[in-house]
C-alpha cells in the first residue's frame, strides 16, 4: 500500500530536549516536505526536499532542521524544542514532473506538545 | 506574496443541499492549484488538480472549476460522509519556488 508514515504520533517533551521526527515514503517520490499546522494559520511549509542530498527552507523553517541521506526517509530534527514549536505536524511526498510537483501524500500527522 | 483566500470559513448544510466553496488566489503566474480534504486529525488527502483557466475535474458529488482569479468545489447532493476541511492549495512559478500556499480551508458539515 502508497504510503507515508511518521513516528511518534503523538510526543509530549520540555523545552530544550532534542526531539526527532520520522518520515519515510514508499512511492519512490523525489519530493518531500514538511508543514506544521496551527489553528487559524492553515498549514505552512517548514522544509522541502527535492531529491537526496537536496533540501531547502519552506516559510517557516526557524529552528527545525532536516536531512535527505535516503531517497524514502526525511526526518525532522528540532534541536532545541520551545513551547511555540507545539503543533500538529505533517509530511508530505510527491513526485516531480517537467518541473512541477503533482498531488501531495500526507502523513497521518505528528502532534508534538513542548512544556 | 502568494495569498489564498479560503471562503466561507465554515459550512453547514442538510443532507442534499447543494452549495460551493470558494478558493480565490493571488499568485504570480500559476503552476497548479490544488484542492484537498481533510478528516479531524488525519493528514489531508488529494482530491484535484487544476492548471489552467476553463478546466473542470469531477469526483462523485465533487466538482472543481477554475478561473484566472479562483477555484470553486461545488458539492452536489451532499452526504453526511462529505463532512469535511477542504482545502485549497496553489503551487506559483515565481523563481523556481517549490513551497506551495495553502488557504486556512473550508470546514464543511452536513447533517442528516
Known amino acids: 500500500e502508497a504510503q507515508v508514515t511518521q513516528n511518534p504520533r503523538y510526543l509530549i517533551t520540555v523545552t530544550g530536549k532534542k526531539l526527532t521526527v520520522t518520515c519515510s515514503q514508499n512511492m519512490n517520490h523525489e519530493y518531500m516536505s514538511w508543514y506544521r499546522q496551527d489553528p487559524g494559520l492553515g498549514l505552512r511549509q517548514i522544509y522541502y526536499s527535492m531529491n537526496v542530498e537536496v533540501t531547502d527552507k519552506g516559510d517557516v523553517p526557524e529552528g527545525y532542521k532536516v536531512s535527505r541521506k535516503e531517497k524514502r526517509n526525511f526526518p525532522l530534527i528540532l534541536e532545541s524544542p520551545s513551547p511555540n514549536q507545539t503543533s500538529l505536524y505533517f509530511c508530505?511526498?510527491?513526485?516531480?514532473?517537467?518541473?512541477?510537483?503533482?498531488?501531495?501524500?500526507f502523513g497521518p500527522g505528528t502532534r508534538l506538545t513542548v512544556l | 506574496e502568494d495569498q489564498v483566500t479560503q471562503s466561507p470559513e465554515a459550512l453547514r448544510l442538510q443532507e442534499g443541499e447543494s452549495s460551493s466553496l470558494n478558493c480565490s488566489y493571488t499568485v504570480s503566474g500559476l503552476r497548479g492549484l490544488f484542492w484537498y480534504r481533510q478528516d479531524p486529525g488525519k493528514g489531508p488527502e488529494f482530491l484535484f488538480t487544476l492548471y489552467s483557466a476553463g478546466e473542470e475535474k469531477e469526483k462523485e458529488r465533487l466538482k472543481a472549476t477554475l478561473t484566472k482569479k479562483e477555484s470553486f468545489l461545488h458539492i452536489t447532493a451532499p452526504k453526511p460522509e462529505d463532512s469535511a476541511t477542504y482545502l485549497c492549495a496553489v503551487q506559483a512559478r515565481t523563481g523556481g519556488s517549490y513551497i506551495p500556499t495553502f488557504g486556512r480551508g473550508t470546514s464543511l458539515i452536513v447533517h442528516p
Open positions: 508530505a511526498s510527491s513526485s516531480l514532473r517537467g518541473g512541477n510537483y503533482n498531488e501531495q501524500f
